[in-house]
């Protein structure tokens, strides 16, 4: 019914910039709301960041001010500004959601920052 498909992960310097992008389709890809998560090695994954369908987007305190989300409803895609980057940042990022009681994830893209 869905599936997720990220890109635009790499390396950066710390103090860079990143646009990640994640892209659903399937049956039901215009209906649902995307989310970002991000897992750092040896760490459990987090939650990063939600764009509700309706339009409603939230992010996670951690950071805040840093990065930010929006969805472009038209290409069913949602995309992650991440701005002053650091090696705290560096992780697998995710993009999921959940329909039909089920929760869909993508295959992740890496960021890694280092100088």
């Known amino acids: 019914q869905l599936q997720l498909m990220e890109s635009g992960g790499g390396l950066v310097h710390p103090g860079g910039s990143l646009t990640l992008s994640c892209t659903a389709s399937?049956?039901?890809?215009?209906?649902?709301?995307l989310a970002w998560y991000r897992q750092a090695p040896g760490k459990q994954r987090e939650w990063v960041a939600t764009?509700?369908?309706?339009?409603?987007?939230r992010v996670a305190d951690s950071v805040q001010g840093r990065f930010s989300v929006w969805l472009d409803s038209g290409k069913n895609t949602i995309y992650l500004y991440m701005n002053n980057l650091q090696s705290d940042d560096t992780a697998a990022y995710y993009c999921?959601?959940?329909?039909?009681?089920?929760?869909?994830w993508g295959q992740g893209t890496q960021v890694l920052v280092s100088s």
């Open positions: 399937g049956s039901a890809s215009s209906r649902v709301g």
């Open positions: 764009q509700a369908r309706g339009g409603a987007r």
């Open positions: 999921s959601t959940e329909f039909g009681g089920r929760t869909y």
